[in-house]
């Protein structure tokens, strides 16, 4: 089965989304610390979904942790050029619908 960390706020309903496609998730809100995602599983991650951009420094944190981690930003806002080269998907929610997305990733 696969596995995510949802880390942020979830006012599109992505989570819910992902879970009807099969996809165990984990949400995590607030400071993004590695301590915090340790314990929302990120050891056995395989993505990694960001929609606080004020908690970009979690893309690298995260996959320092794990590698393997598929880091995918679903936010309205920018992402800062230096998570940018560690994000293997960026979607903006204006553009790409939650019952699309969560498709894709399953």
Known sequence: MTKAILAGPDDDGLGTALE???IEVSRVEGVLTAAVLDDAG???ADLFVLTDLD???AIAVA???NPDVRVV???HDSLPEFARGQTDLAMD???FGVE???EELA
């Open 20 to 22: 009807g496609e099969g």
């Open 55 to 57: 908690e970009a420094t």
């Open 42 to 44: 990120l050891a056995d």
């Open 73 to 75: 930003v679903y936010s």
């Open 100 to 102: 699309m997305v969560a």
């Open 63 to 65: 996959k320092d942790r």
């Open 93 to 95: 929610p204006t553009l």
